[in-house]
């Protein structure tokens, strides 16, 4: 039997930049929480413009927004104690958006939506296969939340390394390699897609496409009495054309 791969659109992905341009924009010399988070902001009006343009919810892209807007206020005006842990509020955010939307739309399956076609989108399977995906990325999101969390502690610099860089960037890279196989191969129906290239075919050669019809029944397997009744009568004699 054949099988089709579905995955995500790619603009999935791009969904989730505004969080890694924070991430790594937070710590990084020159640049600072207020700036990535404003930068971030800006980031994710471009997501919810291209949201709107496919016809898609902007859910990542309105928390983004919503999320790092305030953020950056609350970081300029001093307002806020937190600025040691922002990176692990963040991840956390998208990590409990992930969770929520397995209650009624996986994430994934709103971009995976558009890269599918019609056969996949009404297979059962389909949503079953985004809440594995969208799931497998709640805890991958829940991963780097933690290890950004223990890496914002008193910890040495090769601690430090592995929980705010190595740990977050093997996650999310296991998350995106993985993604085929936690969406998982959706079945084809096998007898269909032989009818379709046999029409294809008739129609390539210029012959009417008829449909294989079943095969009668097996005239060995029918009872001997039916066959006797059905045969009785041969042996009778024909009229001619001039008798009565």
Not at 58 to 79: I, M, N, Q, Y
Not at 149 to 165: H, K
Request: proline share 7%; charged share 20%; with cysteine.
């Amino acid at each position: 039997m054949g099988r089709e791969r579905v995955t995500p659109d790619r603009t999935f992905y791009l969904a989730l930049s505004p969080w890694l341009c924070f991430v790594i924009g937070d710590r990084t010399d020159g640049v600072g929480p207020v700036s990535a988070a404003a930068f971030s902001t800006a980031v994710a009006a471009v997501i919810i413009y291209l949201d709107r343009r496919h016809h898609r919810r902007p859910v990542l892209g309105l928390a983004a927004a919503a999320f790092f807007s305030l953020l950056a206020v609350t970081a300029e005006s001093g307002l806020t104690a937190t600025d040691r842990y922002d990176r692990t509020m963040a991840v956390a955010l998208l990590a409990a958006i992930f969770a929520v939307s397995l209650g009624r739309a996986p994430i994934t399956e709103l971009y995976g939506r558009s890269s599918a076609s019609r056969r996949q989108r009404d297979n059962p399977g389909f949503r079953l296969h985004h809440c594995a995906l969208t799931r497998r990325w709640a805890l991958m999101s829940l991963v780097v939340a933690a290890s950004l969390a223990m890496g914002a502690g008193p910890v040495g610099p090769l601690d430090a390394t592995a929980f705010n860089w190595l740990i977050p960037l093997t996650a999310v890279l296991y998350a995106a390699v993985a993604t085929p196989a936690a969406n998982g191969d959706l079945p084809v129906d096998a007898g269909a897609l032989a009818g379709t290239l046999e029409a294809l075919l008739s129609a390539r050669r210029g012959r009417a496409f008829k449909p294989r019809l079943l095969p009668g029944p097996d005239r060995e397997a029918t009872p001997r009495r039916d066959r006797s009744v059905a045969s009785s009568g041969a042996g009778m004699p024909r009229r001619s054309k001039g008798s009565f």
